[in-house]
């Protein structure tokens, strides 16, 4: 091979082309969570889960899905996702599941678990990179027939290729979609497993029943604990504080508004025509001017009005936060524990996107005899019962706490350390509530930390969705939440920390109390009835005395 | 505002759009470094000063780059990078600043700063976002006029629209390229500051020159070190342990090679003859089909008979990593230590990628007495000598020691903890080599480490290209060079440890024999003078008697 020589500007030139974004994503498929085989099986399923649940809420059914994973070959798995949603219409399918950046979340605000337009025909494209094999789905919508596609994807052009394209004349729902794939991937159970993510799904979203059947074969269900959707979540407009300028000049040049005035009003939330004229008024610029020709310097001006100007938050009927009945509920479904504490913050914004911060706190003794006040105020030691799933959440007494991470109802299974809600929960002094911390770390105790983050638009900090990004206001909310719920915990552990000294001074006294008694009969000279009666007399004075 | 209603399939299809890679960007531009307004200012320098060194390097010139920062307003800044490239040829500019996932670098394997077409275009839009207005470029190629360009980005589109388009009749160079932007900044000296990344860039480029105006109007110059350019890296076809099934397939649609042996030899680099013969042997396939009829199932035979086929490792003049001579001078450069150790490992090789990791490590005490052997052999305390600068990098003995990441030579400042680089420094065992270590952290001591990683393709863990991402092979090689480096630099520290032992003994050695020779004196009733001579010869036997 000759050296390569020094090039010319004009060499260099002819050089250049463009790269289409599946390319992009192709070469680069960790940032999409498809960093090795075991990840690439979790992160599958969960863009199918995703879309399924959001789609079934966008159309008020109440969700009922099928997950199903097989393994086809050494390093290969055939993964089948069904929904009972409204179906996709036929010409849809292609683009939804066989073009990168191609989706109706994007552009609106409102709280859904997919944003992007990416996750599920990346997963396809990583199927057909490691298999051959592109996608398959099959859909139906009420009233029509089912229709199954099987698709390629052209990643020069970040096309979909149609590969077969058949009407089914029966099939076995009424509406839905199933999503049908081959990769390259591994199983294991375990933390960051598919098991993990789909239990942690029904924890977040009690009212949805999930079907799944794991490689070895083993079939499990996660029943509905509620039969009530979620409230719907609304569309909004982008709150002013939100817009940075670049963008406030594209919405000026692209505005159906008439005036300035009526720009305002119509494209913002929270603008009236008070808070209209305030910002124009500081803006030293007319009612009547038109937006199309407002030069950069009054945009600027424009901007920096904005800024100036007091205007209320967001509206919140954007959000549609899980609620602490719910956690509760969830919490107690798939988490067996001792006691439990949520909260449910009010909705606060960052970036002019509003949010809302949850919290549950499950706690419980996993091991050992535990006590308990029975109905004659007398302290009793039990013995737990558990199910067998509780271990998979709760930890031993020595272990670090497991924090759950959610947003818009999605499990956050990877990069805890590079997440907000860690650093938050690392930030909260855990000590004032009875649990241990190291220093610069996570609690240590039987607990698991439920933290729940819902907005218009969650900052994560890639594109796997993996972490939310640290904004200062997420981080204050998500302690404040975190100490809300906190403080009830610590309130029950001190009570169960009196109760255990309590339990042990009593084992002393049931100990020594006859000795006592043999004593007190020898030196008094009592008969054996008298002197039962006198460590009767004993121990009942010693137990009401006592202070709980 | 009304509730949203249940929708229909019909009505969710509706909603279905293309997103814009560059609407993408700009909703997500953390993810391409514009986090906040200090890590915006450092990565639009750092797009443009790599692309500046790209480029003069393929045209063979020696880098000559004028950076200037300029406050503008309270959040504002202006930046201004300039090169003596070859110069952009005139209908190239607009796409190349104006248009994401444009470029040269992408589709070719070749060691080069950029990789994604992506940086500089992002730096635009992020200006263009924050300010309103868009990069200009001036260019000018050899023996043609100089040209000057306002670009705006059409984000909806991600293409350039052209502001202004003049010819200059004089320019201040030959050949070169100015590009500036305002942009919301804020500046900050310090770890992770454009200083920092800077003089980073100076250590790993020595045939670098770089001026530097910061925005409080100092002015710093970085010399060169050497006239040679680094040895130039070749272009290499794709290595067959590294393609990917479906990227198989798509070689074998899109080749102009007729026959399947051909296309092997053709298409790949280290596949001769022979090695065809044997792959295609075990695949069981013809030498003479044709590739643009090989099925699914027979092009994944051909993908695992490549696996099993034993074929040499790629070539390795497709890289160009700085070198341990180099090393050493950019280390010597800009950081004054007692003593330097550098190591470069032969290529290896990650997913089909060739790859070199290279070391260096400063170490130096910068406090305090230090030990030296003067000319007589003889042992002396002597003070540092220290410039302004080595603070900088060189830490104290307490502190852990800092450690310098490159990738291509580019410095890479964010993202530390996450990164393989760090990762093999934490395990690798610095007790050993003279340092302490805390458990599961960096070793402590007053030492700089330089990793150089060098390769066709830097698996970068995010666009913002701020870690690497942990591939075993790369965590093995950064391992052993560290190990390497590390042996020399255990070596002299020992040593040192000796000399410091030895002068301790020596410290007492001048305190007592004084007073050995006053009580000499006594007992044997010498004068001064014989007092002072014994004294003499008993110091000068027992330094002549120490080991070293």
Redo the contacts between chains.
């Keep these: 091979?000759a050296?390569?020589k020094?090039?010319?500007?004009?060499e260099?030139?002819r050089?250049?082309?463009?790269?289409?974004?599946s390319?992009?994503f192709?070469?680069?498929r960790?940032?999409l969570g498809f960093?090795n085989p075991r990840k690439a099986l979790l992160t599958t399923i969960k863009e199918a889960v995703d879309n399924s649940l959001d789609?079934c809420e966008?159309?008020?059914i109440l969700p009922d899905l099928r997950i199903e994973v097989q393994q086809t070959g050494e390093d290969r798995f055939l993964v089948e996702v069904q929904d009972n949603g409204?179906?996709?219409?036929k010409?849809?399918i292609p683009?939804?599941f066989g073009?990168l950046?191609?989706?109706?979340k994007?552009?609106?605000m409102r709280q859904s678990r997919g944003q992007?337009?990416i996750g599920i025909s990346a997963a396809g494209m990583y199927g057909?990179?490691?298999?051959?094999?592109g996608p398959r789905i099959t859909s139906k919508?009420?009233r029509r027939k089912a229709h199954r596609y099987e698709i390629h994807l052209d990643?020069t052009k970040n096309r979909p290729i149609i590969g077969k394209d058949e009407e089914l004349p029966e099939w076995n729902l009424k509406?839905g979609t199933r999503f049908t794939l081959d990769l390259e991937a591994s199983y294991q159970k375990g933390l960051r497993s598919v098991d993990d993510y789909l239990k942690q799904t029904a924890v977040a979203n009690p009212h949805c029943r999930l079907e799944y059947q794991a490689p070895d074969g083993t079939e499990r269900q996660y029943e509905r604990a509620t039969d009530t959707l979620p409230a719907?979540?609304?569309?909004i407009k982008p709150h002013p504080y939100g817009i940075?300028?670049?963008?406030l000049?594209?919405m000026l040049r692209e505005t159906k508004s008439r005036w300035l005035n009526s720009f305002l009003q119509e494209e913002f939330c929270r603008v009236g025509p008070k808070v209209a004229k305030d910002i124009l008024g500081t803006a030293k610029l007319s009612e009547r001017a038109y937006p199309s020709r407002i030069a950069?310097q009054e945009?600027?001006a424009l901007y920096r009005a904005i800024q100036k100007t007091r205007i209320s938050a967001p509206?919140t009927?954007c959000l549609s936060p899980i609620g602490e009945e719910r956690i509760l509920e969830g919490l107690q479904k798939e988490c067996d524990a001792e006691f439990y504490s949520v909260c449910t913050r009010p909705a606060a914004v960052y970036r002019g996107n509003p949010f809302v911060i949850e919290v549950g706190i499950a706690w419980g003794k996993p091991s050992g005899a535990e006590l308990e006040v029975d109905e004659r105020g007398r302290i009793r030691s039990r013995k737990r019962k558990r199910t067998v799933d509780t271990e998979d959440l709760l930890g031993n007494a020595d272990d670090t706490v497991r924090l759950l991470r959610f947003a818009n109802r999605v499990p956050l299974l990877y990069q805890q350390?590079?997440c907000a809600v860690t650093k938050a929960a690392i930030q909260t002094g855990w000590k004032n509530y009875g649990l241990q911390q190291p220093r610069g770390g996570l609690p240590v105790g039987p607990a698991v930390l439920l933290v729940h983050m819902a907005s218009v638009?969650v900052?994560?900090?890639?594109?796997s969705k993996e972490a939310i990004?640290a904004y200062p206001e997420i981080l204050k909310e998500v302690k404040l939440a975190l100490q809300e719920a906190g403080r009830k915990l610590g309130a029950y552990i001190r009570k169960g920390k009196r109760l255990k000294r309590e339990f042990e001074k009593r084992s002393y006294i049931d100990k020594y109390i006859p000795h006592i008694g043999i004593g007190l009969q020898e030196i008094l000279g009592f008969g054996d009835q008298e002197r039962h009666d006198l460590v009767e007399r004993l121990r009942d004075s010693m137990e009401t005395t006592r202070k709980i």
């Design positions: 091979m050296r390569t020094n090039l010319t500007a004009e260099m030139a050089q250049q082309k463009e790269i289409s974004v390319e992009f192709a070469k680069n960790h940032l960093d789609a966008e159309a008020g409204p179906g996709i219409v010409d849809q683009k939804i073009q950046l191609y989706g109706s994007f552009h609106r992007q337009g057909q990179l490691t298999t051959g094999k919508v009420l990643t509406h719907k979540a609304e569309e940075e300028l670049g963008h000049i594209k950069r945009a600027d509206p009927d350390s590079a638009w900052p994560f900090t890639s594109e990004a």
